[in-house]
């Protein structure tokens, strides 16, 4: 069976998110679990808000088409989402947008998403840990035919979790998130292949 290729992001830019240490401890996990996994970080892909005017007079911008070529090549992802009132963060959404637009008329419909997996993450100092967002986030990426693993993590009380270095410092959260990875990572390897 080979190992899935995964690319690694949270939907949050923040200085100190929670939702990035969240994602790291995760993408750390997958790789021991024998996955290659690229932890990127969005603000390294800055794009303006999606607008059909702009891309008709202006094309996708080079930040997004290099985005999406990364998640053209991947066969899944492992996101961490914040929420913003019961939905995911809208940098995402966006994220999402860009990436989903075709370069040329012969391109495959969701050519970056279609076929693939993701394993869907939050974290929140509330007490349901950014969960709602993540049904509207497995929402929107099950309708653009991404198939998402069954298990969503949610890290209540997060600022308990995460320490002053940024990293996911308790132990019994980081041996639920390496649990949930490594079994992602099996699960992407028998739909990849």
Do not use: H
């Given at each position: 069976?080979?190992?899935?290729?995964?690319?690694?992001?949270?939907?949050?830019?923040?200085?100190?998110?929670?939702?990035?240490?969240?994602?790291?401890?995760?993408?750390?996990?997958?790789?021991?679990?024998?996955?290659?996994?690229?932890?990127?970080?969005?603000?390294?892909?800055?794009?303006?808000?999606?607008?059909?005017?702009?891309?008709?007079?202006?094309g996708i911008?080079?930040?997004?088409?290099?985005?999406?070529?990364?998640?053209?090549?991947?066969?899944?992802?492992?996101?961490?989402?914040?929420?913003?009132?019961s939905a995911?963060?809208?940098?995402?959404?966006?994220?999402?947008?860009?990436?989903?637009?075709?370069?040329?008329?012969?391109?495959?419909?969701?050519?970056?998403?279609?076929?693939?997996?993701?394993?869907?993450?939050?974290?929140?100092?509330?007490?349901?840990?950014?969960?709602?967002?993540?049904?509207?986030?497995?929402?929107?990426?099950?309708?653009?035919?991404?198939?998402?693993?069954?298990?969503?993590?949610?890290?209540?009380?997060?600022?308990?979790?995460?320490?002053?270095?940024?990293?996911?410092?308790?132990?019994?959260?980081?041996?639920?998130?390496?649990?949930?990875?490594?079994?992602?990572?099996?699960?992407?390897?028998?739909?990849s292949n």
């Amino acid at each position: 069976m080979t190992a899935p290729k995964l690319i690694a992001f949270a939907g949050s830019t923040r200085k100190g998110s929670l939702n990035r240490a969240v994602v790291a401890a995760a993408a750390e996990a997958a790789s021991n679990a024998g996955a290659t996994v690229e932890l990127i970080d969005l603000a390294d892909y800055e794009m303006p808000i999606y607008n059909g005017d702009l891309e008709t007079d202006s094309g996708i911008p080079e930040t997004a088409l290099a985005l999406k070529a990364k998640f053209r090549e991947a066969d899944g992802f492992i996101i961490a989402s914040p929420e913003y009132n019961s939905a995911f963060s809208p940098l995402l959404k966006n994220t999402i947008d860009w990436c989903s637009r075709a370069e040329t008329d012969d391109e495959p419909p969701l050519a970056a998403y279609s076929g693939k997996t993701a394993m869907l993450l939050a974290a929140s100092p509330g007490a349901l840990g950014g969960l709602r967002g993540l049904y509207a986030l497995r929402t929107l990426l099950q309708n653009i035919n991404v198939t998402v693993f069954p298990d969503m993590l949610a890290v209540r009380s997060a600022f308990d979790v995460v320490g002053d270095n940024g990293e996911v410092t308790d132990e019994r959260w980081k041996a639920k998130i390496t649990s949930a990875a490594k079994d992602f990572v099996s699960f992407a390897s028998r739909l990849s292949n």
